[in-house]
C-alpha cells in the first residue's frame, strides 16, 4: 500500500508544469466563478509601486521582487504573483503563489506554488535582512546557495491549540536543481563595503556545486510558535522523502530547527538556539546538505566550513542584566555566558566543535568573544542581532 501511495504520489509531484497551471487555474477560476465575482476583491501594490522587500547575497547581488497582493473575499483567496530581478546573475524570475482557505473560518486551506529562484538551506543562521546588512557591508554572506525550478502543493490545518502559530501540512514538491556562483580565483563576487576580494570568509567566497537533476519527493511538517511578555518557543518541522530522485536515488530528510527562552530569576534569562539535519534511506544530492560555521554559529570556523546531509547545532546563553545602567536608544545593557557546539558532515555527524565564551550586547548591538577549549582557537566580533 505504501509503494503504491508513494509512486501515485511521485507521479503527481513529478508534474512540474501542471502544479503550476494548476496555480494559475485555481486563482481565475476562484476569482471568475460567480461567488467571487460577488466577494470583495482587492488589490494591494507594496510601498505603492508592487515593490517587496529588496535582499542582498554573494551569488544574486541584488535581488528586487515585483508584485501586488491579490485578495479575495475576505481573504478566502490570496494570490501573489511576482518577478525577481537578480543584478548580478542578470536573470529575471518569476514566481506564483495561491493561498486557498476552505471556509471564512475554517483551520483548513490549501497552499500552490511554482517558481524559479535561488535557493539555500542556510537561512535559519541568520534572518533576510540581517544576511543583506553583513553581505553587503561586511562581505559575510552566511549561506550557500543553488538554483531551481520548483513547484508545491501543500495541504494545511490548524491546530486547536492556544499558540500564535500552529499548524501541520502534508503535500508534495518537484523540482529541477543546478549549480550557480563561480568556482575558486574567479574574483566574480558582487560588490562589499568590505572583503570584495575574500575567498574564504568574504563576499568572493566560492559557492559549492550542486548534483544537477530532478528531485520529486513527498513533504510534510509543521510550524508552533508561541510567544509572551516572558516565554518565547518556536519549533518548525520539514520532513522530505524523495519518491523519484533522478539525481541519486530516493532518500528520506528530517530538518528541526527550533528557539527557547524562558526567564529564571532576577530577571535573568536562559535561551536556547538548536539546528538539527538527518538523513537515511541512500545517497542525497548536494542540494540538501546543510552547513556550519563562522559567525552566526561556530565563530572559531572558517564560515561554512562544514557540510553534509547530517547536522547539529546548539547554542544556550544566560542573559544578566545590568542593573542601574540605562544607555540612550538601545536601553539596559546585558552579559550571557555562551556555550556553543555542533557538527556536520557526510554519512554522519563527525567530530563536535564547540566554542565557549561570553557575549555582551545593548539593543541590537553585540560583541561576542569565544574560544573552542580543545584548539584554543579564539574568535571575538561585533554582530547585529534581530530575530530569526
Not at 486563482?27 to 461567488?35: D, N
Not at 524570475?93 to 486557498?100: C, E, H, M
Not at 568573544?369 to 547585529?384: F, L, Y
Request: aromatic residues 8%; hydrophobic residues 40%.
Amino acid at each position: 500500500m505504501r509503494s503504491v501511495l508513494v509512486r501515485s504520489m511521485a507521479s503527481f509531484a513529478s508534474k512540474r508544469a501542471r502544479v503550476g497551471a494548476l496555480s494559475v487555474a485555481v486563482a481565475l477560476a476562484a476569482l471568475c466563478s460567480p461567488s467571487a465575482a460577488a466577494a470583495q476583491v482587492s488589490v494591494d501594490f507594496p510601498l505603492g509601486l508592487g515593490l517587496q522587500i529588496p535582499t542582498y547575497d554573494r551569488v544574486n547581488g541584488l535581488s528586487l521582487p515585483f508584485g501586488p497582493t491579490i485578495h479575495v473575499g475576505e481573504d478566502r483567496l490570496i494570490v501573489d504573483p511576482a518577478i525577481t530581478y537578480r543584478s548580478h546573475l542578470g536573470k529575471i524570475d518569476p514566481s506564483l503563489a495561491v493561498l486557498a482557505r476552505l471556509g471564512a473560518d475554517s483551520a483548513f486551506g490549501v497552499r500552490v506554488s511554482a517558481a524559479r529562484g535561488t535557493f539555500s538551506n542556510d537561512n535559519w543562521i541568520r534572518s533576510d535582512l540581517v544576511n543583506t546588512l553583513l553581505s553587503f557591508g561586511l562581505g559575510r554572506d552566511g549561506r550557500n546557495y543553488f538554483r531551481a525550478d520548483r513547484a508545491e502543493a501543500r495541504f494545511i490545518a490548524r491546530l486547536p491549540v492556544p499558540a500564535d502559530v500552529a499548524q501541520l501540512f502534508i503535500g508534495a514538491r518537484s523540482e529541477r536543481d543546478w549549480s550557480t556562483g563561480w568556482r575558486i580565483d574567479e574574483h566574480r563576487g558582487p560588490f562589499s563595503i568590505l572583503d570584495r576580494h575574500n575567498q574564504v570568509d568574504g563576499i568572493d567566497r566560492p559557492n559549492p556545486r550542486i548534483d544537477r537533476g530532478h528531485i520529486n519527493s513527498l513533504i510534510g511538517g509543521g510550524r508552533l510558535q508561541y510567544r509572551t511578555e516572558r516565554n518565547t518557543l518556536r519549533l518548525d518541522a520539514l520532513l522530505e522523502a524523495a519518491a523519484n530522485d533522478t539525481v541519486k536515488g530516493r532518500f528520506e530528510q528530517l530538518t528541526l530547527d527550533g528557539h527557547v527562552g524562558v526567564p529564571t530569576f532576577a530577571g535573568h534569562r536562559f535561551e536556547l538556539d538548536g539546528h538539527l539535519v538527518t538523513t537515511g534511506g541512500g545517497t542525497v544530492p548536494r542540494q540538501r546538505y546543510a552547513y556550519l560555521g563562522g559567525s552566526g554559529t561556530l565563530a572559531t570556523l572558517d564560515l561554512l566550513q562544514l557540510g553534509g546531509d547530517h547536522l547539529f547545532f546548539i547554542d544556550t546563553r544566560y542573559v544578566i542584566p545590568i542593573r542601574g545602567v540605562d544607555l540612550p536608544l538601545v536601553g539596559a545593557p546585558f552579559i550571557a555566558p555562551r556555550f556553543a557546539a555542533g557538527a556536520a558532515a557526510i554519512g554522519g555527524y563527525g567530530q563536535v566543535t564547540q566554542n565557549v565564551g561570553i557575549r555582551l550586547g545593548a539593543g541590537l548591538i553585540q560583541v561576542d568573544v569565544v574560544v573552542n577549549p580543545r584548539t584554543h582557537e579564539r574568535s571575538q566580533g561585533i554582530a547585529i542581532s534581530f530575530a530569526r
